[in-house]
């Protein structure tokens, strides 16, 4: 006897209509025409996804075309027969129009939450094309700033990635900007500040230059407008630091925007790298607040940051009185102490000079704060650029091994490595650890190989060495204020080793393949927060956190990945950002307060179409179009001879 089943799916909230030929009586734990049942869970799971091409990330079962959610939790896996007989009258289902769909993204080092307190004041200049198009930006939102608030451009990108390849001039922001401060920050090199600026902040020919940091001056001593991070860029963050503030409603609303500005790349986890000003509790209100709230769209995981230098200690000793790792839950958790655990050990990552000595306190400083941390059963991550200052850690870590054992259980890793060396990889192994990279090379890549060379640059960080040791490494950007926090740009690095401006700076044995950027970037990054088992893969008992994507990660050209976003991003089950097809799954955003914000007018990652012929063709309209304004300019200061007459026509024949 054989059952005929056909099913039939409508769109949304569907019913599923099994129309059997005859009489046909089906056990509920019969397979029958290919359909499981499962006693429990017929017609009760929340939503389904079908239609879909879904890259698990779980070897037992990497593809599968369907899967039900119920509770926000993941319940099956499997083909749309597996699945179809668990919808009932009160399932969405999804139709993914057979689209890629992967777990969701988990960047292992983002300042997320710092981020998110500043994002509505921000002007990104993340994936400008030109800088034609980012001055056009600025002069608007300097129109539309009211007094007393500031333009700033915070990181996310690189004079590099403009077709005209060269960062504003103080004179371009002073001319577009003649009234309202405007901060622009590059990479950790140099701030640019207009006049209205360095009024508001107060610089004058009689501040003196603060250690680290080189505030540039005219033939009188008077600042430019140009700070320079020498090396450290402390000056550039404290300098930012000056400006306005939100409130702290504001502040709220702000990192909510963020949070589903993320949703769009299909980022649905992070992992907090805490980072300077930015204090324990004060500045985790926003962020607990929508927690409390159940707004929280991206899950976190934090960690702490001794703020102020000389007094580490006492800060790592409250957090312990405060909190301990793995406080919180599935969406907002303590992780442990870092990416700083005192001041005198961090290297700064400013390729432009030449890699800083650390001070001889370093190591002891260090030392005290791990073993106050592992004394408290606290597990942590540490910043390290550069192989020298990771090996001194090592010698650290050796010591503290060798006399009260290390690391005790407490799960610790490190951050950046960008020239971390083999020797290292084999010791971070045998102490326990792990790592987490960026790509900060993509942004700071030529910077990098100017000093060190390409040679050098081709394995930096080295992470093939990483992966053949068996090492964990996760994978994340480092946003907000050097790289930008679009994951898809990543991974586009992770596969295919170039810089922002297309730079090859990565060896072939270098670039990976592209499942294993996105383990990296999902279940590696879970495994950071002790969060393995419930995220990081699309399979039963898992969080349903999972992105639909414009273009299958795949298949699409290389240069195509840091194109891609998501068309549906889900967290929990639930449907946090649509657009295209899905346009209107998701609740709309509540408005982007203040109404003068950058983001309400410009968005946040500025999306170019793909491919990047398109691109390049922008870029040349747009150097041509600057090449004549950049003559009238100098021919009104008398530099050049105005052009007679109207510019030539490109064709005689057009001419009048
Ligand atoms: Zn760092």
């Not at 993204?105 to 500043?118: A, E, F, K, P, T």
């Amino acid at each position: 006897m054989t059952a005929m089943t056909r099913m039939c799916w409508c769109s949304s909230n569907a019913v599923l209509i099994l129309a059997r030929e005859g009489e046909v009586t089906v056990p509920d734990t019969m397979p029958v025409a290919g359909v499981q049942r499962s006693a429990g869970l017929d017609g009760q799971v929340d939503l389904v996804l079908r239609n879909a091409r879904i890259h698990t990330g779980d070897p037992a079962r990497p593809a599968a075309s369907a899967l039900a959610v119920r509770d926000g939790i993941i319940v099956r896996v499997g083909t749309e027969h597996d699945v179809a007989v668990l919808v009932g009258p009160g399932t969405r289902v999804i139709d993914a129009l057979g689209r890629r769909v992967i777990p969701g993204l988990n960047d292992s080092h983002l300042h997320v939450i710092r981020g998110g307190l500043n994002y509505v004041l921000e002007l990104r200049w993340d994936g400008v094309p030109s800088l034609g198009e980012a001055m056009r930006m600025l002069a608007e939102q300097a129109r539309r700033t009211p007094a007393g608030q500031w333009v700033r451009v915070v990181g996310g990108w690189t004079g590099e990635q403009f077709a005209e390849r060269r960062l504003p001039t103080v004179a371009e922001l002073n001319a577009v900007a003649p009234e309202t401060p405007v901060f622009v920050l590059h990479l950790y090199q140099s701030a640019l500040l207009n006049r209205a600026a360095l009024a508001a902040v107060g610089y004058t020919k009689d501040t003196p230059d603060p250690p680290g940091g080189q505030i540039v001056r005219g033939h009188d001593g008077t600042p430019t407008g140009l700070l320079l991070a020498a090396p450290a860029a402390g000056l550039l963050y404290s300098t930012l630091a000056r400006g306005p503030v939100l409130d702290p409603d504001e502040q709220v609303g702000s990192t909510r925007q963020f949070l589903r500005e993320l949703n769009r790349f299909g980022l649905t986890s992070a992992i907090d790298a805490a980072g300077g000003f930015q204090s324990f509790p004060e500045n985790y209100a926003a962020v607990t607040a929508l927690a409390g709230d159940g707004l929280l769209t991206v899950r976190i995981a934090y960690h702490l940051f001794p703020q102020t230098a000389g007094q580490e200690l006492a800060d790592l000793e409250r957090f312990t009185q405060m909190v301990k790792p793995g406080d919180g839950d599935g969406w907002l958790r303590v992780n442990g102490a870092g990416e700083n655990l005192a001041w005198s050990p961090a290297d700064f990552e400013n390729f432009a000079e030449p890699r800083p000595e650390l001070p001889a306190a370093a190591p002891a400083e260090l030392e005290a704060a791990v073993r106050l941390l592992l004394d408290h059963g606290w597990g942590f991550r540490l910043h390290a650029t550069y192989g020298e200052t990771i090996k001194a850690d090592l010698d650290v870590f050796t010591r503290v091994a060798a006399d009260g054992g290390f690391p005790r259980g407490v799960r610790w890793f490190f951050d950046h490595a960008e020239t971390v060396t083999e020797e290292s990889l084999d010791r971070i192994g045998e102490l326990g650890g792990a790592l987490s990279v960026q790509n900060r090379m993509m942004f700071q890549g030529p910077a990098f190989v100017a000093r060190y060379g390409p040679e050098r640059a081709a394995t930096a960080p080295p992470i093939t060495k990483m992966l053949e040791r068996g090492l964990l490494v996760a994978a994340g950007t480092d946003a907000t204020r050097v790289a930008s926090y679009n994951p898809w740009l990543s991974l586009e690095w992770l596969v295919r080793g170039r810089s922002i401006g297309g730079m090859p700076l990565g060896a072939a044995g270098n670039c990976l393949d592209r499942a294993t950027a996105l383990r990296m970037y999902t279940h590696n990054g879970a495994r950071l927060s002790g969060e393995e088992d419930v995220k990081g893969v699309l399979k039963e008992g898992y969080y349903a956190d999972m992105a639909v994507l414009s273009e299958d990660y795949f298949t699409c050209p290389e240069e195509d990945i840091s194109h891609i976003e998501s068309v549906l991003t889900m967290v929990g089950g639930k449907v946090v950002y649509a657009t295209a097809e899905h346009e209107g799954v998701a609740a709309d955003p509540p408005p982007i307060t203040p109404a003068w914000s950058p983001v309400a007018h410009h968005g946040g990652f500025h999306a170019t179409p793909k491919p990047s012929g398109y691109r390049q063709a922008l870029g040349l309209a747009e150097v041509a179009e600057a090449g004549d304004e950049h003559r009238a300019w100098r021919a009104s200061r008398a530099d050049v001879p105005p052009r007679p007459g109207p510019p030539p026509p490109i064709d005689p024949c057009f001419a009048p």
